[in-house]
């Protein structure tokens, strides 16, 4: 069974620091792996996704990350942070073609 | 390039009324997802559609839902005899035959049931 774990529900970072949202998963088969970020009263915007290949993917608004097998993690960072970075990320993981299992979120806040 | 769609963006209604929201997913998507996700949780997966085959459906949908795909176009998720468990946000999503294993969500349903 695959499932999400979210390290901190809530992350604050000054602006123009390193953004570092921790994910680690549980899958019985090499998964697929995404990072969604929800603004508020919005949908899920797709930041990026693993499938196969290089296991550092690079996605939206300067988002990248690392797909790290051996530590079942697949971490999400940001050199810099941005006032419009501030939002509800997810971590989502899938086995198969068609059902996501989410994490719980981490909500992002940006300090002046 | 349109996103998908999702009517309405907010419902509010009273125990025990039935509701219905629609969604519209991206054109040539031949698969379409229905999530819930409750206040400060991540999306529950509900069902999903593979043209107008519903082809797998969460235990967490009761007998009191039910989602039809009938053109295999717009979808329809219904809920009969709210609750006030019901309330959350009800996200919709597609996904393009070449790249199945990427689903691109809709701005959701929110639904308050008093």
């Known amino acids: 069974a695959q499932s999400v774990t979210q390290l901190g529900s809530h992350v604050s970072v000054s602006e123009g620091a390193l953004v570092l949202l921790r994910c680690n998963y549980s899958?019985?088969?090499?998964?697929?792996l995404f990072w969604y970020v929800q603004y508020p009263n919005q949908g899920l915007q797709l930041l990026l996704k693993?499938?196969?290949?290089?296991?550092l993917v690079k996605g939206i608004n300067g988002f990248e990350a690392e797909f790290k097998k051996s530590e079942t993690s697949f971490h999400l960072t940001k050199p810099s942070a941005h006032m419009s970075d501030a939002a509800e990320y997810f971590c989502?993981?899938?086995?198969?073609?068609?059902?996501?299992?989410f994490g719980a979120g981490t909500t992002v806040t940006v300090r002046a | 390039d349109t996103g998908v769609s999702q009517d309405p963006r907010h419902k509010i209604t009273k125990r025990g009324q039935n509701v219905t929201f629609r969604c519209d997913p991206i054109?040539?998507?031949?698969?379409l997802y229905w999530y819930r996700q409750t206040l400060g949780q991540g999306p529950e997966f509900l069902t999903y559609?593979?043209?107008?085959?519903?082809?797998?459906k969460s235990r967490l949908l009761s007998d009191r839902f039910s989602a039809e795909r009938p053109k295999g176009s717009f979808s329809t998720l219904e809920i009969q005899r709210t609750e006030q468990g019901d309330s959350a946000m009800y996200l919709c999503?597609?996904?393009?035959?070449?790249?199945?294993?990427?689903?691109?969500f809709g701005p959701g349903t929110r639904l308050l049931v008093l």
């Open positions: 989502a993981v899938s086995e198969d073609d068609y059902k996501l299992s």
């Open positions: 054109s040539e998507h031949n698969r």
């Open positions: 999503a597609s996904s393009h035959p070449w790249g199945q294993e990427t689903q691109y």
């Open positions: 559609f593979q043209n107008e085959a519903q082809l797998e």
């Open positions: 693993y499938t196969t290949g290089a296991t």
């Open positions: 899958s019985s088969v090499p998964p697929y």
